[in-house]
C-alpha cells in the first residue's frame, strides 16, 4: 500500500456550506445532518490536498504516476511535482507523471498545487514496490483460419523491444463461440521476451468445423519480469477478432470427406436457412444441437472404422438431404517382414506385410514409398484395391557396382505415416529364379552333359546347383554342383557314373553362395541313356528230356543292368573235345533251346546280344554225375521261403544249383533254378509262384568240373492245407465178429501236405441214422483208431457183434488240418451155434415143461384151480373161475331171476355159494391182499398175474369146458 | 431293340410333327429376309437380361455406398444428377414418340449412362465390385450393339454425338463423396428406369413387328424414311 503523509500548511477553512433545505422539523433529521456535515467538513479538508498517488508502468521504463486532484481543482490544474533521484527534480505538470523506472529504494515525491485555493502540499513516498506493472492490451494481428481443417491461426506482435530485459510472459487466449459467445477454449501461452519485437503464432483445431459458427479470439499477456519487485498484473484483453464462413445460398455440411482417426470425436453441421428435421450417421439417428441461426450439429463420439466408401452422415430437411463423408481409419502400421532380395542381380523385389488394416481405400489408400539411401533413389507403391494380408511388393533397379543397399520403406495415408529400414548386401540375399530349358545330350552309355538356362546376372558370384537323378525302381540322388556364375545364364554340368540304357530324370535347382534360397525345383527332364554291350552272360540251366536224348537249355532274361540295352537275341552253343556245335540265333522272347546230344561231355554255352555287343558267354556242363545215395527229404516253409540245407562240399567248386517244380508236373520238371556261391550250406527258396497246399520238389545240385551232382531232393510245401478228399477205403473181409477195411492212397494234388496219419471211426449204426454227424464230440459209443503209420492201409477192427450193422468212417489228415470224412455201413455175419442152441434151449424147456405140468396137473387138479385164481382178476376173470370151479366141481351154476350172461357178476350169497369162497389153501393170501383192493371191490380176489396171459391161456381153456358144458346142460 | 406296332405309329407321329415344324427351322426357311423382329426380340431379351442383371448389381453397389443408401425406403434429392438422362416421361409424350425417336432417345441414354458406369468403375474400391461393374458395362455395351444394329435394320441413322456435349466424369475436390454417392445412387436408378422404359419401348416396337402384314408395312415404311 502507498503510505501516503499529508501534511496540511494552513489551517482548513470552511468552504460554502450547503445549504440544506429542511423539509421536516424533526429533531433527529437535524441531527443527522449536523453529523455528516462535520464529517463532511474534515474530509473536505482533505480533499483540498493531493491524494493517492498511484504509479503503473507497462513497459518497466516509464512509470506513469497519477494522483487525486484537490477537490475544487478544476481541469488544467497544475502542480509542481518533486522528487528525489539521485538528485532534486521538479516538473510543472498538469495531472500526472511520468517518471523513469527510479531506482530500488524509497523516494519522496511532493506535489504541490498551483492554485489560489491554498498552499496544501502533498508528500509521498514511492518505492518500486507500490508500481503495478500492467502490460499493454496485447494487439491480434491477425486471425485466420483453415476451414477444411477447422483450425484457427493467431497472430501477434509482443512488443518485446519496450522492455528493458528478459522477461517470461503468459499469453492467455480465449476463443468464444456463437453470437452468444461461449467460451470453448482458454489456453495460456508462455513465451520470452527478448528485447525485440516478436510475432507469434497460435493454432487451435476446433472440435467443431470453423464454418458451422462464428468463432472469436482475444489475448491477454502477464509479464513475469523477476527483476521487477512490483505488483503485476494481466493485461486488459485485445481486442475480439471473429472467423466466420460466409455461407451462400446453398445448404452445407461440414466437415467434408474427413479422414479421421477411429474412436475419436468429431462434430458435424449441417448450415442451412431450413428446419433440419433429423440428423443420422449411418442408420443411426443423433441428436440435434442447435447453433446460430437454423444451423444444427450431432456430435459422435468413438466413431468407428468406415466401410470401404466412408461413413454417411445426413441432415434431413423438409424435402430435402445433405450429407457429408467421414472416413475413419488408421495411420499406416510399421511395414512388418520387410525383406528385400534378388532373383536375378538385376532387380530387388522388396516384400513386406502391411501390419494392421488402416480401413482406408481408395485415394486414402497408404502409399509406399522405397527409399535408397545410397544412392537417392525411390520407387513408389500405391495400391487402389483394399489391402488385404497379402503381402506388398516393389521392385527397385540394381545399380551398378552397388551391392549394399540401405531402404527405408516410408507407409504414408492422410492419418499419419510409418517407416520400416533394412540394410542389405544384395549379394548375400539372392533367390535365383527356376532353370529352364533343361537339356541333356550323350558323352558315352554312362555319361550325360546336362545344360541349362538360369536368368541373371551371376558373373560376381558362386552357384551351387543340384542335380536330382532318378532312375525307375531306385531311390533319387543328388549331386551338387558348384560353378561360377556367368552373364550369359546358361550353365552346364558333366554327369557320369550313369547305368546304360537307363531311364534317368533329371532336375535341377540353384542357390548362390553363401547360401540365401534355393530356387524352386526345375521341371523334370527324362532322358534314356545309350546302350552298351551286355556285362554278363544270362543265367543257365539245362534239364535232359524225359526220353534223354535231347538236352534242353534254359536261360533266364538278363536284368537290365546287366542286359546294358534291348537284348536281341542269344546264341547258344555246345563243345565237347572234339566239336563245337552252334544254333542258329535266338530271338529274345525265347529262353530256352533244346539241342540233341549223345552221352559225352558238352558244355553249354549262352551269349545274350544287344545292339552294339554280345555278352561274356555263360557256360554249363551237360554231364549229370549220378548220386546213388539219395533220399527224398521233407521241407516246410520256414518265416519267408523254404529253407535249404546241405552240407559242405569240398568237391563242389563251381556253384550249387537248387531248382525246383511243381512236383505234379511231368518230366523234365522245371519251374526255376537259383544258383548260390560255392562256399555257401544254405539258401532260402522264395518265389512268388509258390501257392499254399501245392507239392514243389527241390532238387540241390553241385556243380563240379565235370558236371553237376543231384545231391538232395526234397519236397516241400510253403504252406500245409488239410487234405481235399477223404480216402477211398473198401471193406475187404466181414467176420461175425470182425471186419477188415482196406483204403488208397490220396493223391499229392488232393493231399496238400504231407500225410501224418488217418482217423478211423466206428459204431453201431443203421444207414439214414444221424448219429455220425457227431463223431467227434466225444461220444463213448464211438470208437476211434488214429492210424500214424502212414504207410498203413489195411484195418481189422475185432470184437463186434454179430449180424450188426456199423458205421465206419475214413478220414486222413496233415498238419494243415483233417480232411473230409468217407464213411460206409457194414452188417456183421450171423454166428450159426450160438443161433441153434438159441433155438434148442428154449424147446427143450418148454417140452420139459410141458410134460411136468401135465403130470402135476393130472395128479393134482386142484393147483391148476389155484394158480387160475391167481392168474385171474377182475370181475370178467371170476366170472369165469366160477364157471372154471363148477365146472371143476362138476356142479351147475346157481341161476338168479334174471338173465345172466357169463361175465356178469353173480348175484349169489356168499352163504349160499361156498364154492365163492377162495380154497383154504389161499386164505391167508387173500385176506393179505384184501385191503389193497379198489373201493367196490371188497371182497374181490387181486390176482398178480397179468390178466391179458393169463385170460388168453385159461379163458380159451375154461370157455372151451363151459361152452361144452353148457351144451351139455342145455341138452340135458 | 424290338419295334411294336405301337411304336411304329409313335415313330410316324413324330415325323409328321418333324415335317410340321421343318418350315419353322430358320435355316430351312430362306423364303426371304427375316426382317428386324429377331434383333428386337433379341435387344428385348437383352434388356429383360440386365433388368435382372442390374438388380444384383445394384444390391451390391448400395451396400457398398453403405446406410442409408441401402435402405429399402432411401430417396434422395436429385441434387447433382441433372446431367444423367432422365427416363421419366409424360405418357402422352411417350405415346406421341415415333419409333426413330423412341430408339434414338434409348440409344443416346445408353451411350451417357455407359459413360457414367465406366467412371463408376474406376471410382470403385473393391476388386471384386469393378469386376461387377466391368461386367455389366460389358453387357450394357451389348445392349447399345444391339440397339444401333435394329436401328440400321430399319434404316434409321445413329444420332450423332454434339461436340462439346460427350458426357464427363468429374470426381474431384469440386465433387464431394456424398454429393457423388448421390449420384451413383441416381445413376442407378436412372439405369433401372430406362431399362424398365426400354422394355417397353422394345416391346411395342416388337408386336408392331409381328405379323407377316405389319413386316410389309414396316418394310414400305422404311423405304419411305
Same mark, same amino acid.
Given at each position: 500500500?502507498?503510505?501516503?503523509?499529508?501534511?496540511?500548511?494552513?489551517?482548513?477553512?470552511?468552504?460554502?456550506?450547503?445549504?440544506?433545505?429542511?423539509?421536516?422539523?424533526f429533531?433527529?433529521?437535524?441531527?443527522?445532518?449536523?453529523?455528516?456535515?462535520?464529517?463532511?467538513?474534515?474530509?473536505s479538508?482533505?480533499?483540498?490536498?493531493?491524494?493517492?498517488?498511484?504509479c503503473?508502468?507497462?513497459n518497466?521504463?516509464?512509470?506513469?504516476c497519477?494522483?487525486?486532484?484537490p477537490?475544487?481543482?478544476?481541469?488544467?490544474?497544475?502542480?509542481?511535482?518533486?522528487?528525489?533521484?539521485?538528485?532534486?527534480?521538479?516538473?510543472?505538470l498538469?495531472?500526472?507523471?511520468?517518471?523513469?523506472?527510479?531506482?530500488?529504494?524509497?523516494?519522496?515525491?511532493?506535489?504541490?498545487?498551483?492554485?489560489?485555493?491554498?498552499?496544501?502540499?502533498?508528500?509521498?513516498?514511492?518505492?518500486?514496490?507500490?508500481?503495478?506493472l500492467?502490460?499493454?492490451?496485447?494487439?491480434?494481428?491477425?486471425l485466420?483460419?483453415?476451414?477444411?481443417?477447422?483450425?484457427?491461426?493467431?497472430?501477434?506482435?509482443?512488443?518485446?523491444?519496450?522492455f528493458?530485459?528478459?522477461s517470461?510472459?503468459?499469453?492467455?487466449?480465449?476463443?468464444?463461440?456463437?453470437?452468444?459467445m461461449?467460451?470453448?477454449?482458454?489456453?495460456?501461452?508462455?513465451?520470452?521476451?527478448?528485447?525485440?519485437?516478436?510475432?507469434?503464432?497460435?493454432s487451435?483445431?476446433s472440435?467443431?468445423?470453423?464454418?458451422?459458427?462464428?468463432?472469436y479470439?482475444?489475448?491477454?499477456?502477464y509479464?513475469?519480469?523477476?527483476?521487477?519487485?512490483?505488483?503485476?498484473?494481466?493485461?486488459?484483453?485485445?481486442?475480439?477478432?471473429?472467423?466466420?464462413w460466409?455461407?451462400?445460398?446453398q445448404?452445407?455440411?461440414?466437415?467434408?470427406?474427413?479422414?479421421?482417426?477411429?474412436?475419436?470425436?468429431?462434430?458435424?453441421?449441417c448450415?442451412?436457412?431450413?428446419?433440419?428435421?433429423?440428423?443420422?450417421?449411418?442408420s443411426?439417428?443423433?441428436p440435434?444441437?442447435?447453433?446460430?441461426?437454423?444451423?444444427?450439429?450431432?456430435?459422435?463420439?468413438?466413431?468407428?472404422?468406415?466401410?470401404?466408401?466412408?461413413?454417411?452422415?445426413?441432415?434431413?430437411?423438409e424435402?430435402?438431404?445433405?450429407?457429408?463423408?467421414?472416413?475413419?481409419?488408421?495411420?499406416?502400421?510399421?511395414?512388418?517382414?520387410?525383406?528385400?532380395?534378388?532373383?536375378d542381380?538385376?532387380?530387388?523385389?522388396?516384400?513386406?506385410?502391411?501390419?494392421?488394416?488402416?480401413?482406408?481405400?481408395g485415394?486414402?489408400n497408404?502409399s509406399y514409398?522405397l527409399?535408397?539411401?545410397?544412392?537417392?533413389?525411390?520407387?513408389?507403391?500405391?495400391?487402389v484395391?483394399?489391402?488385404?494380408?497379402?503381402?506388398?511388393?516393389?521392385f527397385?533397379q540394381?545399380?551398378?557396382?552397388q551391392?549394399i543397399y540401405n531402404?527405408?520403406?516410408?507407409?504414408?495415408?492422410?492419418?499419419?505415416?510409418?517407416?520400416?529400414t533394412?540394410?542389405?548386401?544384395?549379394?548375400?540375399?539372392?533367390?535365383?529364379?527356376?532353370?529352364?530349358?533343361?537339356?541333356?545330350?550323350?558323352?558315352?552309355s554312362?555319361?550325360?552333359?546336362l545344360s541349362?538356362?538360369?536368368?541373371?546376372?551371376?558373373?560376381?558370384?558362386?552357384?551351387?546347383?543340384?542335380?536330382?537323378?532318378?532312375?525307375?525302381n531306385?531311390?533319387?540322388?543328388?549331386?551338387?554342383?558348384?560353378?561360377r556364375?556367368?552373364?550369359?545364364?546358361?550353365?552346364?554340368?558333366?554327369?557320369?557314373?550313369?547305368?546304360?540304357?537307363?531311364?534317368?530324370?533329371?532336375?535341377?535347382?540353384?542357390?548362390?553362395?553363401?547360401?540365401?534360397k534355393?530356387s524352386?525345383?526345375?521341371?523334370?527332364?527324362?532322358?534314356?541313356?545309350?546302350?552298351?554291350?551286355?556285362?554278363?552272360?544270362?543265367?543257365?540251366?539245362?534239364?535232359?528230356?524225359?526220353d534223354?536224348k535231347?538236352?534242353?537249355?534254359?536261360?533266364?532274361?538278363?536284368?537290365?543292368?546287366?542286359?546294358?540295352?534291348?537284348?536281341?537275341?542269344?546264341?547258344?552253343?555246345?563243345?565237347?573235345?572234339?566239336?563245337?556245335?552252334s544254333?542258329?540265333?535266338?530271338?529274345?522272347p525265347?529262353?530256352?533251346?533244346?539241342?540233341?546230344?549223345?552221352?559225352?561231355?558238352?558244355i553249354?554255352?549262352?551269349?545274350?546280344?544287344?545292339?552294339?555287343?554280345?555278352?561274356?558267354?555263360?557256360?554249363?556242363?551237360?554231364?549229370?554225375?549220378?548220386?546213388?545215395?539219395?533220399k527224398?527229404?521233407?521241407?516246410v516253409?520256414?518265416?519267408?521261403g523254404?529253407?535249404l540245407?546241405?552240407?559242405y562240399?569240398?568237391?563242389?567248386?563251381?556253384?550249387?544249383v537248387?531248382?525246383?517244380?511243381?512236383?505234379?508236373?511231368?518230366?523234365?520238371?522245371?519251374?526255376?533254378?537259383?544258383k548260390?556261391?560255392?562256399?555257401?550250406?544254405?539258401t532260402?527258396?522264395?518265389?512268388?509262384?509258390?501257392r499254399?497246399?501245392?507239392?514243389?520238389?527241390?532238387?540241390v545240385?553241385?556243380?563240379r568240373?565235370?558236371?553237376?551232382?543231384?545231391?538232395?531232393?526234397?519236397?516241400?510245401?510253403?504252406?500245409?492245407?488239410?487234405?481235399?478228399?477223404?480216402?477211398?477205403?473198401?471193406?475187404?473181409?466181414?467176420?461175425?465178429?470182425?471186419?477188415?477195411?482196406?483204403?488208397?492212397?490220396?493223391?499229392?494234388?488232393?493231399?496238400?501236405?504231407?500225410?501224418?496219419?488217418?482217423?478211423?471211426?466206428?459204431?453201431?449204426?443203421?444207414?439214414?441214422?444221424s448219429?455220425?454227424r457227431?463223431?467227434?464230440?466225444?461220444?463213448?459209443?464211438?470208437?476211434?483208431?488214429?492210424?500214424?503209420?502212414?504207410?498203413?492201409?489195411?484195418?481189422?477192427?475185432?470184437?463186434?457183434?454179430?449180424?450188426?450193422?456199423?458205421?465206419?468212417?475214413?478220414?486222413?489228415?496233415?498238419?494243415?488240418?483233417?480232411?473230409?470224412?468217407?464213411?460206409m455201413?457194414?452188417?456183421?455175419?450171423?454166428?450159426?451155434?450160438?443161433?441153434?442152441?438159441?433155438?434148442?434151449?428154449?424147446?427143450?424147456?418148454?417140452?420139459?415143461?410141458?410134460?411136468?405140468?401135465?403130470?402135476?396137473?393130472?395128479?393134482?387138479?386142484?393147483?391148476?384151480?389155484i394158480?387160475?385164481?391167481?392168474s385171474?382178476?377182475?370181475?370178467?376173470?371170476?366170472?369165469?373161475?366160477?364157471?372154471?370151479?363148477?365146472?371143476?366141481?362138476g356142479?351147475?351154476l346157481?341161476?338168479?331171476?334174471?338173465?345172466?350172461?357169463?361175465?356178469?357178476?353173480?348175484?349169489?350169497?356168499?352163504?349160499?355159494d361156498?364154492?365163492?369162497?377162495?380154497?383154504?389153501?389161499?386164505?391167508?393170501?387173500?385176506?393179505?391182499?384184501?385191503?389193497?383192493?379198489?373201493?367196490?371191490?371188497?371182497?374181490?380176489?387181486?390176482?398178480?398175474?397179468?390178466?391179458?396171459?393169463?385170460?388168453?391161456?385159461?379163458?380159451?381153456?375154461?370157455q372151451?369146458?363151459?361152452?361144452s358144458?353148457a351144451?351139455?346142460?342145455?341138452?340135458t | 431293340?424290338?419295334l411294336?406296332?405301337?411304336d411304329?405309329?409313335?415313330?410316324?407321329?413324330c415325323?409328321?410333327?418333324?415335317?410340321?415344324?421343318?418350315?419353322a427351322?430358320?435355316?430351312?426357311?430362306?423364303?426371304?429376309?427375316?426382317?428386324p423382329?429377331?434383333?428386337?426380340?433379341?435387344?428385348?431379351? #437383352?434388356?429383360? =437380361? &440386365?433388368?435382372?442383371q442390374? *438388380?444384383?448389381l %445394384?444390391?451390391t453397389? +448400395?451396400n457398398?455406398?453403405?446406410?442409408? $443408401?441401402?435402405?429399402?425406403?432411401?430417396?434422395?434429392?436429385?441434387?447433382?444428377?441433372?446431367t444423367?438422362?432422365?427416363?421419366?416421361?409424360?405418357?402422352?409424350?411417350?405415346?406421341?414418340?415415333?419409333?426413330?425417336?423412341?430408339?434414338?432417345?434409348?440409344?443416346?441414354?445408353?451411350?451417357? #449412362?455407359?459413360? =457414367? &458406369?465406366?467412371?463408376?468403375? *474406376?471410382?470403385? %474400391?473393391?476388386?471384386? +465390385?469393378?469386376?461387377s461393374l466391368?461386367? $455389366?458395362?460389358?453387357?450394357?455395351?451389348?445392349?447399345?450393339g444391339?440397339?444401333?444394329?435394329?436401328?440400321?435394320?430399319?434404316?434409321?441413322p445413329?444420332?450423332?454425338?454434339?461436340?462439346?456435349?460427350?458426357?464427363?466424369?468429374?470426381?474431384?475436390?469440386?465433387?464431394?463423396?456424398?454429393?457423388?454417392?448421390?449420384d451413383?445412387?441416381?445413376?442407378?436408378?436412372?439405369?433401372?428406369?430406362?431399362?424398365?422404359r426400354?422394355?417397353?419401348?422394345?416391346?411395342?416396337?416388337?408386336?408392331?413387328?409381328?405379323?407377316?402384314?405389319?413386316?410389309?408395312?414396316?418394310?414400305?415404311?422404311?423405304?419411305?424414311?
Amino acid at each position: 500500500m502507498m503510505d501516503i503523509s499529508l501534511c496540511l500548511k494552513r489551517p482548513s477553512r470552511m468552504g460554502d456550506s450547503k445549504r440544506m433545505r429542511m423539509t421536516s422539523n424533526f429533531q433527529w433529521l437535524l441531527l443527522t445532518v449536523l453529523l455528516l456535515y462535520l464529517m463532511n467538513q474534515v474530509n473536505s479538508q482533505k480533499k483540498r490536498t493531493p491524494r493517492d498517488l498511484k504509479c503503473i508502468t507497462n513497459n518497466l521504463q516509464v512509470w506513469d504516476c497519477s494522483w487525486r486532484a484537490p477537490s475544487g481543482a478544476g481541469h488544467g490544474a497544475a502542480y509542481e511535482v518533486c522528487f528525489e533521484n539521485g538528485s532534486h527534480s521538479c516538473y510543472r505538470l498538469e495531472k500526472n507523471i511520468k517518471l523513469p523506472a527510479l531506482l530500488p529504494g524509497d523516494h519522496e515525491i511532493t506535489i504541490n498545487p498551483l492554485h489560489d485555493f491554498g498552499n496544501f502540499i502533498s508528500k509521498f513516498t514511492l518505492n518500486e514496490k507500490n508500481v503495478s506493472l500492467i502490460p499493454d492490451a496485447p494487439e491480434i494481428l491477425d486471425l485466420s483460419a483453415d476451414f477444411s481443417t477447422s483450425t484457427l491461426h493467431l497472430k501477434w506482435n509482443d512488443k518485446g523491444s519496450v522492455f528493458p530485459h528478459h522477461s517470461n510472459v503468459i499469453w492467455e487466449i480465449k476463443v468464444l463461440r456463437k453470437k452468444n459467445m461461449e467460451i470453448v477454449k482458454l489456453v495460456t501461452h508462455n513465451t520470452t521476451l527478448n528485447g525485440r519485437d516478436t510475432v507469434h503464432h497460435w493454432s487451435w483445431i476446433s472440435d467443431m468445423p470453423l464454418e458451422c459458427a462464428t468463432h472469436y479470439v482475444g489475448i491477454r499477456c502477464y509479464i513475469d519480469d523477476p527483476q521487477f519487485s512490483g505488483r503485476k498484473e494481466w493485461s486488459d484483453w485485445s481486442p475480439l477478432k471473429n472467423i466466420s464462413w460466409s455461407p451462400d445460398s446453398q445448404t452445407k455440411v461440414f466437415p467434408q470427406d474427413r479422414v479421421l482417426l477411429v474412436g475419436s470425436d468429431i462434430t458435424v453441421c449441417c448450415v442451412t436457412q431450413e428446419k433440419v428435421l433429423s440428423a443420422q450417421i449411418g442408420s443411426t439417428y443423433c441428436p440435434l444441437i442447435h447453433l446460430d441461426g437454423k444451423n444444427v450439429a450431432i456430435k459422435i463420439r468413438n466413431i468407428s472404422a468406415s466401410e470401404s466408401s466412408g461413413t454417411n452422415v445426413v441432415f434431413s430437411v423438409e424435402d430435402n438431404m445433405f450429407g457429408t463423408v467421414i472416413f475413419a481409419g488408421y495411420p499406416p502400421d510399421i511395414p512388418q517382414k520387410l525383406n528385400c532380395e534378388t532373383y536375378d542381380l538385376k532387380e530387388i523385389i522388396c516384400t513386406w506385410n502391411p501390419g494392421r488394416p488402416t480401413f482406408l481405400v481408395g485415394p486414402r489408400n497408404t502409399s509406399y514409398t522405397l527409399f535408397e539411401s545410397f544412392s537417392g533413389k525411390y520407387v513408389r507403391f500405391k495400391r487402389v484395391e483394399l489391402p488385404t494380408n497379402e503381402s506388398y511388393q516393389l521392385f527397385f533397379q540394381m545399380l551398378p557396382n552397388q551391392e549394399i543397399y540401405n531402404f527405408t520403406l516410408n507407409a504414408r495415408n492422410p492419418l499419419g505415416q510409418s517407416e520400416s529400414t533394412l540394410l542389405v548386401n544384395i549379394t548375400e540375399k539372392v533367390h535365383p529364379h527356376i532353370p529352364t530349358s533343361v537339356k541333356v545330350k550323350d558323352i558315352s552309355s554312362t555319361a550325360v552333359t546336362l545344360s541349362w538356362h538360369l536368368p541373371g546376372s551371376f558373373a560376381k558370384i558362386k552357384l551351387l546347383c543340384q542335380i536330382e537323378i532318378n532312375k525307375t525302381n531306385s531311390i533319387h540322388e543328388l549331386r551338387n554342383v558348384t560353378m561360377r556364375g556367368i552373364e550369359n545364364s546358361s550353365y552346364l554340368a558333366a554327369l557320369d557314373k550313369l547305368n546304360p540304357y537307363t531311364i534317368y530324370t533329371f532336375r535341377i535347382r540353384c542357390c548362390t553362395d553363401p547360401f540365401w534360397k534355393w530356387s524352386k525345383w526345375s521341371n523334370e527332364k527324362q532322358y534314356l541313356t545309350t546302350e552298351a554291350i551286355p556285362s554278363k552272360g544270362p543265367d543257365t540251366w539245362r534239364e535232359w528230356s524225359s526220353d534223354g536224348k535231347n538236352l534242353i537249355i534254359y536261360w533266364k532274361p538278363l536284368p537290365i543292368n546287366e542286359a546294358n540295352g534291348k537284348i536281341l537275341s542269344y546264341n547258344v552253343s555246345c563243345s565237347s573235345d572234339e566239336e563245337t556245335q552252334s544254333l542258329s540265333e535266338i530271338p529274345d522272347p525265347q529262353h530256352k533251346a533244346e539241342i540233341q546230344l549223345d552221352k559225352n561231355d558238352y558244355i553249354i554255352s549262352v551269349v545274350a546280344k544287344n545292339s552294339v555287343g554280345s555278352s561274356p558267354p555263360s557256360k554249363i556242363a551237360s554231364m549229370e554225375i549220378p548220386n546213388d545215395d539219395l533220399k527224398i527229404e521233407q521241407a516246410v516253409r520256414m518265416g519267408n521261403g523254404i529253407l535249404l540245407t546241405w552240407n559242405y562240399d569240398p568237391n563242389v567248386t563251381c556253384d550249387y544249383v537248387i531248382k525246383w517244380c511243381n512236383s505234379s508236373r511231368s518230366e523234365p520238371c522245371l519251374m526255376d533254378w537259383k544258383k548260390v556261391p560255392s562256399n555257401s550250406t544254405e539258401t532260402i527258396i522264395e518265389s512268388d509262384q509258390f501257392r499254399p497246399g501245392v507239392r514243389y520238389n527241390f532238387f540241390v545240385y553241385g556243380c563240379r568240373n565235370q558236371g553237376y551232382q543231384l545231391l538232395r531232393s526234397i519236397i516241400g510245401y510253403v504252406e500245409e492245407l488239410a487234405p481235399v478228399v477223404a480216402p477211398n477205403f473198401t471193406v475187404e473181409d466181414t467176420s461175425a465178429d470182425s471186419i477188415l477195411v482196406k483204403w488208397e492212397e490220396i493223391p499229392v494234388e488232393e493231399l496238400r501236405g504231407f500225410l501224418r496219419g488217418y482217423l478211423f471211426y466206428f459204431e453201431k449204426g443203421e444207414r439214414d441214422t444221424s448219429k455220425m454227424r457227431v463223431l467227434e464230440s466225444g461220444r463213448s459209443d464211438i470208437k476211434v483208431k488214429n492210424i500214424t503209420d502212414i504207410s498203413q492201409k489195411t484195418l481189422r477192427i475185432a470184437d463186434l457183434q454179430g449180424k450188426t450193422s456199423y458205421h465206419l468212417v475214413l478220414r486222413a489228415y496233415t498238419d494243415g488240418g483233417m480232411g473230409p470224412e468217407k464213411s460206409m455201413f457194414v452188417v456183421t455175419k450171423e454166428n450159426s451155434v450160438g443161433l441153434i442152441i438159441a433155438i434148442l434151449i428154449p424147446v427143450a424147456v418148454a417140452v420139459i415143461v410141458g410134460v411136468v405140468t401135465s403130470i402135476l396137473c393130472y395128479r393134482k387138479r386142484e393147483w391148476e384151480v389155484i394158480r387160475l385164481w391167481k392168474s385171474l382178476q377182475g370181475w370178467k376173470d371170476r366170472a369165469v373161475l366160477v364157471e372154471l370151479a363148477c365146472l371143476g366141481r362138476g356142479r351147475s351154476l346157481p341161476r338168479s331171476s334174471g338173465r345172466r350172461s357169463c361175465c356178469s357178476r353173480p348175484d349169489v350169497p356168499k352163504e349160499l355159494d361156498p364154492w365163492f369162497q377162495a380154497p383154504p389153501s389161499l386164505q391167508p393170501y387173500i385176506q393179505r391182499e384184501e385191503g389193497a383192493l379198489p373201493p367196490g371191490c371188497q371182497g374181490g380176489l387181486w390176482l398178480a398175474w397179468p390178466v391179458s396171459r393169463v385170460h388168453r391161456w385159461s379163458s380159451r381153456v375154461a370157455q372151451q369146458k363151459f361152452y361144452s358144458r353148457a351144451t351139455s346142460t342145455s341138452t340135458t | 431293340m424290338d419295334l411294336r406296332a405301337g411304336d411304329s405309329w409313335g415313330m410316324l407321329a413324330c415325323l409328321c410333327a418333324v415335317l410340321w415344324h421343318l418350315p419353322a427351322v430358320p435355316a430351312l426357311n430362306r423364303t426371304g429376309d427375316p426382317g428386324p423382329g429377331p434383333s428386337i426380340q433379341k435387344t428385348y431379351d #437383352l434388356t429383360r =437380361y &440386365l433388368e435382372h442383371q442390374l *438388380r444384383s448389381l %445394384a444390391g451390391t453397389y +448400395l451396400n457398398y455406398l453403405g446406410p442409408p $443408401f441401402n435402405e429399402p425406403d432411401f430417396n434422395p434429392p436429385r441434387l447433382g444428377a441433372e446431367t444423367l438422362p432422365r427416363a421419366t416421361v409424360n405418357l402422352e409424350v411417350w405415346r406421341s414418340l415415333n419409333d426413330r425417336l423412341r430408339l434414338t432417345q434409348n440409344y443416346e441414354a445408353y451411350s451417357h #449412362l455407359l459413360c =457414367y &458406369l465406366r467412371g463408376l468403375n *474406376r471410382q470403385a %474400391a473393391t476388386a471384386e +465390385l469393378r469386376r461387377s461393374l466391368a461386367h $455389366f458395362c460389358t453387357s450394357l455395351q451389348g445392349l447399345l450393339g444391339s440397339i444401333a444394329g435394329v436401328m440400321a435394320a430399319l434404316g434409321y441413322p445413329l444420332p450423332q454425338p454434339l461436340p462439346g456435349t460427350e458426357p464427363t466424369w468429374t470426381p474431384g475436390p469440386a465433387h464431394s463423396d456424398f454429393l457423388q454417392k448421390m449420384d451413383d445412387f441416381w445413376l442407378l436408378k436412372e439405369l433401372q428406369t430406362w431399362l424398365w422404359r426400354s422394355a417397353k419401348d422394345f416391346n411395342r416396337l416388337k408386336k408392331k413387328m409381328q405379323p407377316p402384314a405389319a413386316a410389309v408395312t414396316l418394310h414400305l415404311e422404311a423405304h419411305g424414311f
